[in-house]
């Protein structure tokens, strides 16, 4: 049986592990089901997320004419600081832009390499704990703007990382920190504007990954370049594929692309 589609991001369910789910157009796979098999992967074409033309993929999952026209892909999603709704102030599509930063917003800390700060859409969460490979996170603060999480998280990664170690995580090389403490020893820092939205009284949240085998040195599966892959999937964590050879697969930063996955 082979599936046929343009990836997305896998979806995920909370459960011990996380399931994950890659969703294709007339059909959807449950990967958790696919650990310790052989399967394929093939490239077929690009099919941008907004156009749906066949256009090599920019960033995003989009073309380059998209990338830079679009709101989904203007600067303030990846620069929460950069949002202007809150002052009705338009930046590709005023609608487009109240909707998505004039809502409830995360800031948080995730241990997935070493610990990090982040935001997110309070609808996001555990998801974007999961996409990031963390194995544990707590809230800081929560805001009713993305404005105000971006500049919570400007003002605390002058003290702590905003990345995350992406071949630390998949090798499951976590350092063991208390974000409890960090929580408090960073809460000085918060901006006037958002003290107010700090959270008190809450705990971490643990996620459990379904990793059989964890890789000594990942090595990125390009497959644009390659066009077909064959492996033993071994492990899924954050958004990526693990296979016993060591090679991994980011769904994330593969989406556009149309592929085919069969069974060996």
Known sequence: MKY???LRKMDTEFGQPIQYFLIFENDFLNMNQLLNKTITIHFVKYQC???GLD???YRQGFCKSCFF???QAA???MRPELSTAHLDKEDRDLEYEKKAQLQPHIVYLANSSNV???VTRKNQVPTRWIDQGAHEAIEIVEVPNRYLAGITEVALKEHISDKTNWRKMLKNDIADESLKAWKQ???TYIPEEAQDYFIENNSETHIDFPVLQYPDKPKSLNIEKTKEFIGKLVGI???YLIFEDQTVFNIRTNEGLVVQIGLV
Request: charged share 30%; hydrophobic share 35%; glycine share 12%.
């Open 185 to 187: 020893k960073l809460k």
């Open 75 to 77: 600067d303030w999603i």
């Open 237 to 239: 964590k954050g958004q």
């Open 4 to 6: 046929q589609g343009v």
């Open 55 to 57: 256009k090599p993929i």
């Open 49 to 51: 997320l907004n156009c």
């Open 69 to 71: 026209e679009i709101p």
């Open 116 to 118: 990090k700060v982040g």
